[in-house]
């Protein structure tokens, strides 16, 4: 069930930004200069991480296929491979007047203070972040502080949590089937009911992923005053900047997409390891 590279989530931004799409291509070199200026090659290589929870879509525990399992998910999300898919991707609908629009901002000392802790966060143990995170939320609630308000607008602008309920549904279809496929899963549903089932669920989707993005921006800004956050909001606002980060956004889905149904037809060459 090898779905075409720029389908659904990609074709997305070639719909977005049909106009400018048919700008002039940035070159390669260019797009890597931007990958890190911005941090965003850190955000794609942190995929590995995540890639820990893959059987838990299918019901599996990821600790029963031990040692073969950390293996195969550094194999299928090799970080250098994933960077290289996103210069590619980019180089397809990024025209250089946003090129230089995202890189102006983050190269600049905001922008780099930013990209700094943010590259710091995405590389962070999970469970120590989330704990810590959570700690800080609860701090500013009962604070009441501006803050708040500042990550949930921050979110609003880029799109964050629309993008993700969208993405993470196709994520779990495309693993699923793909699990299904090479016999690893017994899940017995066709692909369109799957979808349906899946959106049924938006709403508390949505809720989660609001949830968690108020603890992990609580986490990732920490050190940062309310004046620089209330800068870094004035920038996403930008539409160009909303542009960027519709690209960016659906880049990466898309990555992690086409990566986790890779894995799960490669599940079946796992076996379960028993305990001594």
């Known amino acids: 069930m090898k779905l075409n590279r720029l389908a659904p989530l990609f074709a997305i931004v070639l719909v977005l930004l049909g106009v400018a799409s048919q700008a002039k291509a940035a070159e390669e070199q260019d797009i890597r200069n931007f990958l890190q200026v911005t941090g965003f090659d850190v955000a794609i290589a942190s995929i590995q991480q995540g890639a820990m929870a893959g059987p838990a879509l299918t019901g599996e525990d990821p600790d029963v296929f031990g040692r073969q399992w950390v293996k195969l998910a550094e194999e299928v999300f090799d970080p ?7 210069v590619e991707m980019l180089g397809a609908v990024m025209p250089d007047e946003l090129l230089d629009h995202g890189s102006a901002f983050y190269s600049s000392p905001l922008g780099q203070r930013l990209v700094e802790v943010e590259n710091e966060s995405h590389m962070a143990d999970d469970t120590e972040k989330y704990e810590e995170g959570e700690r800080l ?3 500013l609630l009962e604070q009441n502080s501006i803050r708040i308000d500042l990550f949930r607008e921050m979110g609003v602008a880029i ?3 629309d993008t993700a309920v969208k993405s993470i549904v196709e994520i779990q279809v495309r693993y699923l089937m793909a699990a299904v496929a090479a016999g690893v899963s017994n899940f017995d549903i066709s692909e369109e009911d799957l979808r349906l089932m899946l959106m049924e669920q938006a709403g508390e989707m949505r809720k989660n992923i609001e949830v968690n993005s108020l603890v992990a921006n609580a986490y990732a800004y920490r050190a940062l005053s309310d004046e620089e956050l209330i800068d870094y909001l004035a920038a996403l ?3 160009k900047m909303g542009q960027v980060y519709e690209i960016l956004n659906a880049v990466q889905y898309q990555i992690m997409a086409e990566r986790y149904e890779t894995l799960a037809s490669r599940l079946v060459d796992l076996r379960p390891e028993q305990e001594l």
């Open 159 to 161: 799109g964050s949590t």
């Open 137 to 139: 939320t609860g701090e």
């Open 237 to 239: 606002q930008d539409p």
């Open 80 to 86: 250098d491979e994933m960077i290289s898919e996103a």
